[in-house]
């Protein structure tokens, strides 16, 4: 069985940081794209962050030059570093990822073939 799980989520405050994983299990995703997006009470999910087979990496603009994503291929993880934080950044976080390799991700939450559980990020003002 195929499961992408998160963890990393928490309460932090305005101009804090945080760094969330997305390890997954049942198969490997070294050549595949991944996504992080987000939901937040009310609003559609939105796309924040995606990292292509080949490492390309590409962001929301609301998110451009604070967040970070990366991927450890021996750990099968990847991640998102999420510095200078805002209250609008308040939201359920998810993993995602493409289940076909070599290809690049969107950012377009249908595209998404395998999802997280999601972990919960509050930022506090």
């Known amino acids: 069985q195929v499961q992408l799980v998160e963890s990393g989520g928490g309460l932090v405050q305005a101009g804090g940081s945080l760094r969330l994983s997305c390890a997954g299990a049942?198969?490997?995703?070294?050549?595949?794209?991944r996504g992080w997006f987000r939901q937040a009470p009310g609003k559609e999910r939105e796309f924040v962050a995606g990292?292509?087979?080949?490492?390309?990496?590409y962001y929301a603009d609301s998110v451009k030059g604070r967040f970070t994503i990366s991927r450890d291929n021996a750990k099968n993880t990847v991640y998102v570093q999420m510095n200078s934080l805002k209250p609008e950044d308040t939201a359920v976080y998810y993993c995602a990822a493409v289940a076909l390799p070599g290809l690049d991700g969107t950012m377009v939450p249908d595209e998404y073939d395998y999802w997280g559980q999601g972990t919960q990020v509050t930022v506090s003002s």
């Open positions: 990292i292509n087979w080949n490492d390309s990496t």
């Open positions: 049942g198969r490997t995703f070294s050549r595949h794209a």
